[in-house]
């Protein structure tokens, strides 16, 4: 009994010992964090650089050219571009106006990718308001037909969760122009999906089959302002122009660093985010955040020369917006007789305060990321759960990889997202480095700890 009270008492000092030789270096990590202005600076690059960074746009290069000369300069043990080909599509410019008796009122407008273009002078026709998809199926096609389908549904700003009111209201971008097309409309106007009132449009992805239509954002106040001019005159028209192209089967890539591991190299641990972002807009939360967070993991490893026992691999996704080929390409490259994909983490969330991290994992390995949140919750987390792990790193679910998505205080993050609000002036410096700290610390414990 004595023996066994001796072994409980050495194992119970040996966790404790453990726990404060943990809770030690994730100090290092924040202190290392939050006195680098590396991250922080990376990220005014990019935003004032390199905007508009969509899949096969010259600033997507210059973006990943910018962060391989980083890494190079970083003297990671290997970093390149991963070259494959995908489809894209460029918009040059939109515009959409109300014509009236006295002349015309611009609207503020962008163009949903992929729309299709219109001609030169435009296309004019009537609108017809809805709110929903379904509404508009219950109209005759004879009554929608040639005509601008109109989606005016604001977001609820009674769910508490941001991504759930975002989920909650973008069914009308994301699939409204195309049930528009297929009641036979010319063309398809959505109001932007954000609780800002402002006037800024929001662009986004929109689901298009064989054939397209124009299809284009409004700014808030402008669909309330065409809206209320519709209540007074049904037989409004619009025109709307937009100059855009499909790129068919451009070359482009992700950018991959990497640290090596000392003792299990073939196990991968991958820290990411996407860089490519809408075409009118900076991106500062929306990825650019999550590309300098998850860059500088590499950075405090090699500065506190942390001797990872795996991979720690940086992967730049390209083409998250448009079709996620870039996280799709990487999951298909990967040998599973070479590597094994042995966690990944994924940062998509804006640069806000912290707090949490949802994980797609067995249970088993929830458990033990679980027993890491005291360690993380001096830097803001608040909560390890079950939940969606990332777009880019989704295809990796194939190997039985857990996944994990670091969460953010989002109430701001719909305000900016996919609009020219998305600057780098919206960037606080301890928020962006409070993030960076908890990234690290998770990758830095689940490379420690991980046992699947
Ligand atoms: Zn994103």
């Not at 792990?389 to 679910?397: E, H, S």
Request: net charge negative.
């Amino acid at each position: 009994m004595k023996k066994l009270l001796t072994i409980l008492v050495l194992l119970l000092s040996f966790s404790a010992f453990t726990q404060n030789a943990d809770s030690l270096m994730m100090r290092k990590i924040f202190e290392n964090a939050i006195s680098s202005n590396d991250a922080y600076n990376n990220l005014r690059y990019l935003c004032e650089n390199t905007p508009g960074r969509l899949m096969g746009s010259e600033a997507s290069i210059n973006a990943l050219n910018f962060l391989k000369t980083y890494f190079e300069k970083l003297d990671v043990d290997s970093v390149y571009l991963q070259e494959y080909k995908a489809d894209s599509w460029k918009c040059n410019s939109t515009s959409v106006s109300i014509i009236t008796s006295e002349g015309k009122i611009d609207l503020s407008a962008e163009a949903l990718g992929p729309s299709a273009a219109s001609s030169g002078k435009g296309l004019s026709s009537y609108v017809i308001e809805v709110h929903s998809i379904d509404e508009l199926k219950q109209l005759k096609k004879s009554e929608v037909e040639g005509k601008i389908v109109f989606f005016n549904r604001p977001v609820k700003n009674t769910f508490t969760e941001t991504f759930q009111m975002y989920s909650d209201a973008v069914g009308q971008r994301a699939r409204g122009p195309m049930a528009a097309l297929e009641m036979g409309a010319s063309a398809a106007l959505v109001r932007s999906v954000t609780s800002l009132s402002d006037d800024v449009p929001h662009t986004g992805s929109t689901r298009f089959e064989d054939n397209r239509i124009p299809a284009v954002a409004l700014g808030v106040e402008s669909a309330e302002l065409l809206s209320k001019l519709l209540e007074e005159n049904e037989n409004l028209k619009v025109n709307i122009k937009v100059d855009a192209e499909e790129l068919k089967g451009i070359t482009t890539y992700n950018l991959i660093a990497e640290i090596k591991g000392e003792e299990k190299p073939q196990e991968v641990i991958v820290v990411g985010g996407h860089i490519d972002t809408w075409f009118n807009t900076a991106g500062a939360h929306d990825d650019g955040a999550g590309i300098v967070q998850t860059a500088d993991v590499l950075r405090i490893f090699k500065e506190l020369k942390i001797h990872n026992k795996r991979t720690i691999r940086f992967v730049a996704f390209m083409d998250e917006e448009y079709t996620q080929s870039g996280g799709k390409h990487y999951a298909n490259s990967i040998d599973t007789l070479v590597e094994i994909p042995y966690f990944a983490l994924e940062a998509d969330a804006g640069a806000f305060a912290p707090t949490g991290f949802t994980f797609t994992s067995t249970v088993e390995q929830l458990k033990l990321f679980q027993t890491f949140k005291p360690l993380l919750e001096p830097y803001g987390i608040k909560f390890i759960k079950a939940g969606w792990g990332g777009v880019d790193i989704y295809p990796l679910k194939k190997f039985n990889t857990p996944l994990t998505a670091f969460r953010t205080e989002s109430h701001r993050y719909f305000d900016l997202h996919h609009s020219a609000n998305d600057t780098f002036d919206k960037i606080n410096f301890r928020e962006l480095q409070m993030g960076t700290t908890c990234i690290s610390g998770l990758i830095y414990l689940t490379d420690k700890y991980g046992d699947w």
